[in-house]
């Protein structure tokens, strides 16, 4: 099953527009944010994330409910966040 997770962005690339660091659970990944180039995005915003792609801007309200949500599913959550884990970070 493959999920959209809420991740917070840490930090915007400087040399690439459309990448940035997100925080997923602990977990912290790069992410392309070009889908939302129309967002202003800012370390501290919460994405919805899919596949590498940031498809929308959330609040944290929504987030840690959909984070909740995630948590009740278990292995499915689980094996979400060991995918991620494992994922290339450059």
């Given at each position: 099953?493959?999920l959209?997770i809420p ?13 940035a660091l ?5 977990v912290?990944?790069?992410?392309n944010?070009g889908?939302?180039?129309?967002e ?10 899919h596949v590498?792609?940031?498809l ?7 987030a ?16 979400e966040l ?5 994922s290339?970070?450059?």
């Open positions: 099953m493959c959209g991740g917070e962005l840490v930090e915007l690339a400087q040399d690439h527009e459309d990448l997100v925080e997923v659970s602990g912290r990944r790069r992410i944010v889908l939302l180039a129309d202003e995005l800012a370390p501290g915003d919460w994405v919805l994330v590498g792609f940031a929308s801007k959330i609040s944290e309200q929504e840690q409910a959909v984070l909740d949500y995630l948590e009740g599913l278990g292995q499915a959550y689980t094996d060991d995918a991620l884990s494992t290339d970070i450059s």
